[in-house]
């Protein structure tokens, strides 16, 4: 059954039980007969059943609502957190570029270095209003861990006072570490892209 049809049976269910009752009672009466009081009866219960599934609607309904509501506050705040990590890796690769580009420029290293100690000193991925799991409490701590290391680092390297015009791995332990550490974060931002979007894609159905 599909997830339309099986959705749909459930919110005519109340309209199913009603219509099958009624059909029963009239089929009841017409062959077999009944007294007045009997009858009488018979409207009496057929009322009480049309109440109680009315309110069996509404309560669905609401619940229905409330979880609506609830799963789009969570998938908004997973889409939020995706931005968020995703800023953390532009600024990390745009370091991890200058080493590709060769002997990275001491000034420019510097100038990076500023906007990831500034970036990433503070990130915090909000988990407050979303159902976390293991998994996803451990993909958003590694990201949180590795930007504190990545901003902690570009700190000291920015406290050197002479540091090579020209920056290459092995001429500068800071320059190293800052590079072990950006490719550790961005490594830790694909993983949690993939622990977010599977977990939205939970959500929406």
Known sequence: ???????????????FIAVS???????????????AG????WVAAF????????????TYRE????RDAKYAAQTRQLRVMSLQAGS????????LELDKEGNAGRNAARIVAIAI?????????????VDADSELEAAAGKVEFWAFALSAVATEFLALENPPKRLARGNCIHYDWMLDNAARLCDGVDALAGVIATRI???IK
């Open 63 to 66: 619940g229905k609502a409330q």
């Open 21 to 35: 009752f009624l059909a029963g009672s009239i089929v009841t009466w017409t062959l077999l007969g009944a007294e």
């Open 201 to 203: 894609e939970s959500v």
């Open 1 to 15: 059954m599909s997830e339309v049809t099986s959705e749909g049976y459930r919110r005519n269910l109340p309209a």
């Open 88 to 95: 953390l890796k532009r600024f990390a690769g745009r370091f």
């Open 117 to 129: 100690e500034s970036r990433c000193g503070g990130i915090k991925l909000d988990l407050t209003n």
């Open 47 to 58: 009322g009480t059943w049309v109440i109680g599934i009315a309110a069996c609607t509404l």
């Open 38 to 41: 009997s009858r009488a009866d």
